[in-house]
């Protein structure tokens, strides 16, 4: 039995028809072609599967798609800069070189925006707490935080910048 759904996905509306126990991570993967969103542990420890529910992120493993109805949805795919540039956490993962293998990447990032958004201005352990849901199992965080703390330097910047 499939349920009728709608959502906004990257700022596009969708309506479709899901299985009852389609996971959020599989629909987005399987049925929209977003393959950013990673597929990790499946268990919701790892956090690569990490997307922002109405600007929270939420494992997509443990979410069902039908609990996506009436919710806005922001995928790494959706995290463009202006004129389709790196969003400037993006860009400060770059600069930093927090990428690493990049398995984690797409949900650290989505997981600093949703803390970012929050607290422009967040402490190393504030980060830290942040991101304590999300695993890198290449070599460590320290890169990561700095990226964090540098891209809410940016986004600083270019607020006042809009101002």
């Given at each position: 039995m499939k349920i009728p759904i709608q959502f906004v996905i990257n700022g596009e509306k969708i309506e479709l028809s899901v299985p009852a126990n389609m996971t959020l991570l599989?629909?987005?993967?399987?049925e929209l072609n977003l393959t950013g969103t990673k597929k990790g542990c499946d268990e919701g420890d790892c956090g690569a599967c990490t997307v922002l529910m109405d600007g929270k992120p939420v494992n997509s493993c443990m979410v069902?798609?039908?609990?996506?109805?009436?919710?806005?949805?922001l995928t790494i795919?959706?995290?463009?800069?202006?004129?389709?540039d790196l969003h400037p956490i993006q860009q400060?993962?770059?600069?930093?070189?927090?990428?690493?293998?990049?398995?984690?990447?797409?949900?650290?990032v989505l997981t600093a925006k949703a803390l970012l958004d929050q607290n422009p201005t967040p402490t190393e352990v504030e980060v830290r707490e942040a991101i304590s849901g999300n695993l890198c199992r290449c070599t460590g965080y320290k890169k990561i935080v700095e990226a964090i703390i540098k891209a809410g330097e940016y986004l600083k910047v270019k607020g006042a910048e809009n101002e």
């Open positions: 599989d629909m987005i993967r399987q069902l798609a039908v609990d996506a109805n009436g919710k806005e949805i795919e959706g995290l463009k800069g202006n004129n389709g400060a993962f770059v600069e930093v070189g927090a990428i690493q293998c990049g398995f984690c990447t797409p949900g650290m």
